[in-house]
Nanobody, 116 residues
């Protein structure tokens, strides 16, 4: 079992920036993938970005060039830098991990609101 605690998020104007962080504890030595999903009201959850232990990265097409994911394996943290935010980025953002063997753990979620 991996426990995840997220921080960051909040309210920002369109074009602004926010940074999300997530700290993992528990079975951290088994974590392979760390990432972020999001879910907007009335919409399905979607992958925003993920990074593997060997630094393979995937992004949702709509955030490419605006968001950047990074991880610190020594500190068991993953970060999501979000720039040029748009109203359509408004959602609850969830940190997640996948360990070797496939078990997924989720954070509690943090609200990101992009509005003027």
């Amino acid at each position: 079992q991996v426990q995840l605690v997220e921080s960051g998020g909040g309210l920002v104007q369109p074009g602004g920036s926010l940074s999300l962080s997530c700290a993992a504890s528990g079975r951290v030595f088994q974590i392979y993938t760390m990432g972020w999903d999001r879910q907007a009201p009335g919409k399905q959850r979607e992958l925003v970005a993920r990074i593997t232990r060997d630094d393979r990265i995937d992004y949702l097409d709509s955030v490419k060039g605006r968001f950047a994911i990074s991880r610190d394996n020594a500190k068991n943290t993953v970060h999501l830098q979000m720039n040029s935010l748009k109203p359509e980025d408004t959602a609850i953002y969830y940190c997640y991990t996948v360990v070797y063997g496939g078990e997924t753990s989720w954070g509690q979620g943090t609200q990101v609101t992009v509005s003027s």
